[in-house]
């Protein structure tokens, strides 16, 4: 079975940190990347991160640039993404996803955030408050 598992989500005061992980089991050879999104109350989903393993390549979404950071782990199954400096806009629902061919995070974060993908985590809550 295809799945994505995200954990490390939490509470955190602003200026906080908090570091997400991926854990994608059930792929083959299509998996060639992973990308993080997240949805706030009211908002339309948006995307955070992408990361394509073929040459690590990294895409950021203007929230996230310059405080979070994408990466993987001993391999590709493990997907962290680490965010710093989180303020209150940060507050939201956070998802990994893949699909199960290759694609190009260009235009996965190019869409900002509506591109449907294959498979999807459960999600994991990211809640930053003073």
């Known amino acids: 079975q295809v799945q994505l598992v995200e954990s490390g989500g939490g509470s955190v005061q602003p200026g906080g940190s908090l570091r997400l992980s991926c854990v994608a089991s059930?792929?083959?050879?299509?998996?060639?990347?992973l990308a993080w999104f997240r949805r706030a109350p009211g908002k339309e989903r948006e995307g955070v991160s992408c990361l394509e393993f073929t040459d690590d390549s990294t895409y950021y979404g203007d929230s996230a640039k310059g405080r979070f950071t994408i990466s993987k782990g001993a391999d590709k199954y493990v997907v962290y993404l680490q965010m710093n400096d989180l303020n209150i806009e940060d507050t939201a629902v956070y998802y990994c996803?893949?699909?199960?061919?290759?694609?190009?995070?260009?235009?996965?974060?190019?869409?900002?955030?509506?591109?449907?993908?294959?498979?999807w985590g459960k999600g994991t809550q990211v809640t930053v408050s003073s």
């Open positions: 996803a893949s699909n199960l061919s290759p694609f190009p995070c260009q235009v996965v974060m190019g869409a900002g955030g509506q591109l449907g993908m294959d498979i």
């Open positions: 059930g792929f083959t050879s299509g998996y060639t990347g």
